[in-house]
């Protein structure tokens, strides 16, 4: 008879497990102060007090800049347009080139293309599954503009050898930190290194507003500009007198007072939560480190912090026997879903397909590819960056179950399951070999 439920057998667990929620009664009275005001929003597309929205917005940028330490924070209603509009105020323009990782989510490759520049993917680390700097060496031109980093499931970059070359040959470094909030290199913020930070507050991360950013700085002309294309930026170069007007049509990228007081609330229960994932992630180090098949992610060093968006590890198929995709349902079968969350589960084998083999890079399907703009040559073949493609089709898989909400015992029917399917491996005939 089959032990394993993936053949029929009774899985370890069939109580869902917590919902990650980290909204309370804190965050109603706020938005009810908000909401009884009657001033939902305050910004105003013009050159006023308002321009840059009203006091719940400002407070919240404060709070953020404080926390991360810099001297600039400005609200944004995601971390996608937060990412277009860093973009678009270190002047990126058609034919320029920023470099950007294949394995992250879709916006931060993307973001160049909304201003004509071109993203050239350079591969990841196989240690950190961060951009690997030597990689990104390798692909500098004489367009190169910019790097964009991600500081990927929460582990900071390698940011001291990025910074070295972005110095190097004059480019911006921008650092894509929504999956990193409170995130630290060697005792530094990230997003407080580069020439630019953003983060995300979409519903699925750390803290959230439902849908919200922030793009984070310490260079003034930067947030200037940044603040101006958030909000019709064309509507007040005129009377401000701006002379350098690139990139300088405005959008509706603003925050509203009801998100932002959200925003505030969560700021405050932030330290906490990664603390709780921190906890959970040495208990869960402790118990999945005895596994051979695994190779987890060594402690930081340095006083660096990863804050752990999700807990990513490495499956060895020679020493298990099967491959990470077999193992990887064997085990879904085992565990149920989390209440909130009933038809997505807390596991799943790779991250993103590779960014570049999505139909816009493989069709060119985009007007800053004309060559009429564009005369440099790019290359989005498959095998250009081969250790992303081996993480994600072969070797990588991420879970959530150390999330803030996960108990001992719940982790422990995680712990179960994992030894239950490798005791039980005979049970698993793989015909893919993938």
């Known amino acids: 008879m089959a032990k394993l439920a993936i053949n029929g057998g009774n899985p370890v667990r069939t109580k869902l497990f917590p919902a990650y929620n980290t909204i309370g009664e804190e965050e109603k009275k706020a938005v009810m102060k908000v909401l009884d005001s009657g001033n939902l929003s305050q910004f105003l597309g013009a050159w006023t007090h308002d321009f840059l929205g009203g006091p719940t917005v400002r407070k919240f940028e404060d709070d953020w800049s404080k926390m991360i330490g810099v001297n600039h924070s400005i609200s ?24 950007v990782s294949p394995y992250t989510m879709s916006a931060s490759a993307i973001a160049p293309l909304v201003y004509g520049g071109i993203p050239v993917f350079a591969d990841i680390d196989p240690k950190t599954f961060c951009m690997d700097p030597i990689s990104i060496a390798s692909k500098i031109t004489e367009r190169t503009k910019a790097i964009l980093v991600v500081h990927i499931f929460g582990h900071p970059a390698d940011m001291d050898a990025i910074m070295a070359i972005a110095q190097k040959h004059n480019l911006y470094v921008i650092e894509d930190c929504a999956q990193a909030p409170l995130g630290k290199y060697k005792g530094k913020s990230v997003g407080s290194i580069g020439d630019l930070g953003v983060f995300s507050l979409n519903y699925h991360k750390h803290i959230h507003t439902g849908e919200g950013g922030v793009i984070t700085t310490n260079n003034s002309i930067l947030a200037d500009r940044c603040q101006m294309i958030r909000n019709h930026a064309e509507n007040v170069t005129a009377p401000r007198q701006i002379e350098d007007l690139t ?8 925050m509203t007072e009801i998100e932002c007081a959200i925003g505030i609330e969560q700021i405050k229960k932030l330290p906490s939560l990664i603390n709780q994932r921190l906890d959970n992630v040495a208990f869960l180090d402790e118990k999945l ?21 999700v807990y990513p590890i490495k499956f060895n198929k020679e020493i298990a026997g099967i491959s990470r995709n077999k193992f990887v349902e064997a085990l879904k079968a085992e565990l149920p879903c989390a209440v909130l969350r009933e038809t997505a589960p807390l596991i799943g084998a790779g991250y993103v397909k590779p960014i570049y083999l999505q139909p816009i890079y493989q069709k060119q399907a985009a007007w800053a590819f004309n060559p009429a703009l564009y005369s440099g040559s790019v290359s989005y073949e498959k095998g250009i960056c081969p250790v992303t493609e081996n993480m994600h089709f072969e070797v990588l898989f991420t879970h959530e179950y150390m999330r803030p909400g996960m108990q001992p015992d719940d ?24």
């Open 76 to 99: 944004v209603n995601s971390n996608t347009s937060g990412l277009f509009t860093a973009i678009g105020a270190i002047g990126i323009q058609p034919g320029d080139e920023v470099i």
């Open 247 to 254: 990139n300088l049509i405005g959008y509706n990228y603003r």
């Open 289 to 309: 480190s005895v596994f051979p098949a695994f190779d987890i992610l060594p402690p930081m060093q340095d006083n660096s912090v990863n804050t752990y968006y």
């Open 411 to 434: 982790m422990m029917d995680v712990v179960n399951a994992v030894e239950k399917v490798f005791e039980n491996i005979n049970e698993l005939v793989d015909d893919s070999k993938s």
